[in-house]
């Protein structure tokens, strides 16, 4: 899919374009296609069209934006289950330093693999299976401690907890960061738009001051657009996920 300013700029440039056709129509069409009975049922038609626009953009919205929350949400929770696990193996002794170095390497690799430091390096989640074996190790290799006593053994079963409630947070996370926007909503979305701003130009009076509100309400549905498809992203882009929690943890 199109990057989310590419397609901001392709709905600028196709509402821009309605209004332009629209001002050709009223220039070139007799006046009895734009009389009063004409323009009331125009002016009918189009208000059905932007109110199905505004509440299918808002709805979007919405879930895009619950969508970003809950990824936001379960980077959090990863980085409490990952000091979480830290401590418990820190509490366990020194048999787990090997572990503890394993578990620091993996997240520093998760962070540059999201958000890299070079900033001509694009980000990309990481594959999924490989994260998840990784953790899998972690597990198992907590499993094959030998504990010495009953609070090595209680903290040998909570680390595994731990480790297996990490697993889950991670699988959360995946499931979140995949783009929820089909391309055919998109593409509906954009016509609609484009035969409401036809209808503007249509019935509006050139002058100044309705060329200046059309250019703003242009600019004004491509932003929208904009950030549905940045928050539909939540590791890319300008509106992504902070890393910070992550960053703590290591």
Request: glycine share 6%.
């Amino acid at each position: 899919m199109m990057s989310p300013f590419v397609v901001g700029m392709i709905v600028f440039a196709c509402t821009i374009a309605g209004a332009l056709i629209g001002y050709q129509l009223r220039r070139t069409w007799s006046r009895n296609h734009i009389d009063e009975e004409s323009r009331d049922t125009v002016e009918m038609a189009i208000g059905l069209i932007a109110t199905i626009t505004a509440l299918v953009l808002g709805l979007v919205t919405a879930s895009a934006k619950s969508s970003f929350d809950a990824v936001d949400t379960s980077v959090k929770e990863i980085a409490t289950d990952i000091l979480t696990l830290d401590r418990l193996l820190a509490r366990y002794g020194p048999e787990t330093k090997e572990i503890r170095g394993a578990l620091r390497q993996a997240v520093a690799d998760r962070i540059d693999t999201t958000w890299p430091q070079e900033s001509s390096r694009p980000a990309r989640v990481a594959d999924p299976l490989e994260a998840a074996s990784r953790v899998e190790g972690l597990a198992e290799a907590i499993r094959r401690l030998a504990p010495r006593d009953d609070s090595q053994r209680w903290l040998q079963t909570r680390a595994v907890e731990a480790a297996e409630e990490l697993l889950e947070s991670r699988w959360l996370a995946f499931a979140g960061s995949e783009a929820s926007v089909p391309g055919l909503f998109l593409v509906v979305i954009l016509f609609w738009l484009t035969i409401t701003f036809v209808s503007f130009g249509l019935l509006a009076t050139r002058n100044a001051t309705v060329v200046t509100v059309l250019f703003v309400c242009a600019v004004s549905v491509g932003s929208a657009l904009f950030l549905i498809l940045e928050m539909d992203g939540p590791f890319h882009g300008l509106l992504s996920v902070s890393a910070d929690p992550l960053g703590y943890a290591h």
